[in-house]
């Protein structure tokens, strides 16, 4: 009887468990879609909202979930760039962020802080903060195997379509990021923001 009770509380335990990890997921993804609609400039709607051959603002959703914005979607001649697939090797330039519903601001007299970037343009920024040493941080673009297991599941969500030269906002809840672990200054759970440049396509 002893045993029936303790598989029951664990049973029990889990469904707890599972139910507030739908609870803060579905908290992330209201939050984030409420952000990309109301407080994003340019404001977005999704992908299934736009009408055929309609050039507005919008986002895409993939995984569970990674919301895209590709700024430069509508550039003339962009279906020509080569595209990212699951086997290309892809080169870029990125801005990572703990996403906090807010805009983030990229450029300017104020610019938000990532957590980890490769962008030469932040490199005089890093280079002002105490403790910083240059020798270990790598400002050149990062290249990536798609069909490798060492990318973030939502920044491998984030590319694949994207083509050479797209400006790639993705915002993504913390499942697609770093779970339930805390990863360096990221605190666990954390929905993430990841800015980036597409610089080549292979």
Same mark, same amino acid.
């Not at 339930?180 to 923001?193: G, H, Q, T």
């Given at each position: 009887?002893?045993r029936v009770f303790a598989v029951l509380s664990v049973l029990g335990a889990l469904l707890v468990s599972c139910?507030?990890?739908?609870?803060? &997921?579905?908290?992330?993804?209201?939050? $984030? !879609?409420?952000?990309?609609?109301?407080?994003?400039?340019?404001?977005? $709607?999704?992908?299934? *909202?736009?009408?055929?051959? *309609?050039?507005?603002?919008?986002?895409?959703?993939?995984?569970?979930?990674?919301?895209?914005?590709?700024?430069?979607?509508?550039?003339?001649?962009?279906?020509?760039?080569?595209?990212?697939?699951?086997?290309?090797?892809?080169? $870029?330039?990125?801005?990572? @962020?703990?996403? *906090?519903?807010? /805009?983030i601001a990229t450029g300017g007299t104020t610019v938000t802080m990532p957590y980890y970037t490769n962008d030469p343009l932040l490199y005089d920024a890093f280079l002002s903060l105490e403790g910083f040493n240059p020798e270990?941080?790598?400002?050149?673009?990062?290249?990536?195997?798609?069909?490798?297991?060492? +990318? &973030?599941?939502? &920044?491998?969500?984030?590319? &694949?379509?994207?083509?050479?030269?797209? !400006?790639?906002?993705?915002?993504?809840?913390? /499942?697609?990021? @770093?779970?339930?672990?805390?990863?360096?200054?990221?605190?666990?759970?954390?929905? +993430?923001? $990841?800015?980036?440049?597409? /610089?080549?396509? *292979?």
């Amino acid at each position: 009887m002893k045993r029936v009770f303790a598989v029951l509380s664990v049973l029990g335990a889990l469904l707890v468990s599972c139910s507030q990890d739908e609870d803060a &997921l579905a908290t992330q993804q209201s939050r $984030i !879609e409420s952000y990309l609609r109301s407080t994003h400039s340019p404001r977005l $709607i999704s992908a299934s *909202e736009r009408a055929e051959g *309609e050039e507005v603002p919008f986002y895409s959703v993939s995984g569970s979930r990674v919301y895209r914005y590709i700024a430069n979607y509508f550039a003339p001649g962009r279906d020509e760039r080569p595209e990212v697939t699951p086997s290309s090797t892809v080169a $870029i330039t990125f801005r990572s @962020y703990v996403f *906090e519903y807010k /805009n983030i601001a990229t450029g300017g007299t104020t610019v938000t802080m990532p957590y980890y970037t490769n962008d030469p343009l932040l490199y005089d920024a890093f280079l002002s903060l105490e403790g910083f040493n240059p020798e270990l941080w790598d400002f050149e673009p990062l290249r990536l195997e798609m069909s490798g297991d060492d +990318i &973030l599941k939502g &920044l491998r969500h984030a590319l &694949l379509g994207c083509r050479a030269g797209d !400006e790639v906002e993705a915002y993504m809840t913390y /499942n697609m990021a @770093y779970g339930k672990e805390n990863f360096s200054l990221v605190p666990r759970e954390s929905p +993430i923001a $990841i800015f980036f440049t597409v /610089n080549s396509v *292979e």
